[in-house]
T-cell receptor, first 109, second 114 residues
Framework: KNEVEQSPQNLTAQEGEFITINCSYSVGISALHWLQQHPGGGIVSLFMLSSGKKKHGRLIATINIQEKHSSLHITASHPRDSAVYICAVVGGATNKLIFGTGTLLAVQP | NAGVTQTPKFQVLKTGQSMTLQCAQDMNHNSMYWYRQDPGMGLRLIYYSASEGTTDKGEVPNGYNVSRLNKREFSLRLESAAPSQTSVYFC?????????????FGPGTRLTVL
């Protein structure tokens, strides 16, 4: 079993829909990252959080440390949001990032 | 600022050939990382360098060597390429050591070993 699990693996949405991507982890962590991988392959950091909630534009990330769960929400989705969204946690024995396999999001016009 | 740059963008090797992947950052970051990304798997850490002059193994170091040439540059070498090393390789950097810092990624190198 992977230490970081994301769901769903694939998601198709219509433009304007509210989107939720989930991340569950099985190790003790001190922080969690959300990353976006563009269709061209480039990876950018969206959020790093260790508690509560963060918001940037139409993106909201939440984390519940007790439940070992985080969610990434996208409000008023747009085709340009189409990408792979990756959850990664800071924890485990090495204190390095442990990555999930990603959620492929396609937003159709 | 260019951020994190990687060369080459694409490479095809034959089994047994060697090559070096280059990575440079212009953000004055202390820590640098090499990851590989394979279909159906999350990014996996190959090697990292917490600061200039130090390197350490990550999760999947076998078949690779690294050099932290200076604060800007961190190269990854495949001495004798194998088909199992076919992957997309990403270099990343952070201001400080460890994963509490925002990671900045290069554009990736797509390597195929025949």
């Amino acid at each position: 079993k992977n230490e970081v699990e994301q769901s769903p693996q694939n998601l198709t949405a219509q433009e304007g829909e509210f989107i939720t991507i989930n991340c569950s982890y099985s190790v003790g962590i001190s922080a969690l990252h959300w990353l976006q991988q563009h269709p061209g392959g480039g990876i950018v950091s969206l959020f790093m959080l260790s508690s509560g909630k963060k918001k940037h534009g139409r993106l909201i990330a939440t984390i519940n440390i007790q439940e070992k769960h985080s969610s990434l929400h996208i409000t008023a989705s747009h085709p340009r949001d189409s990408a792979v969204y990756i959850c990664a946690v800071v924890g485990g024995a090495t204190n390095k990032l442990i990555f999930g396999t990603g959620t492929l999001l396609a937003v159709q016009p | 600022n260019a951020g994190v740059t990687q060369t080459p963008k694409f490479q095809v090797l034959k089994t047994g050939q060697s090559m070096t992947l280059q990575c440079a950052q212009d953000m004055n970051h202390n820590s640098m990382y090499w990851y590989r990304q394979d279909p159906g798997m999350g990014l996996r850490l190959i090697y990292y360098s917490a600061s200039e002059g130090t390197t350490d193994k990550g999760e999947v170091p076998n078949g690779y060597n690294v050099s932290r040439l200076n604060k800007r540059e961190f190269s990854l070498r495949l001495e004798s390429a194998a088909p199992s090393q076919t992957s997309v390789y990403f270099c990343a950097s952070t201001r400080g050591e460890g994963a509490y810092n925002e990671q900045f990624f290069g554009p990736g190198t797509r390597l195929t070993v025949l």
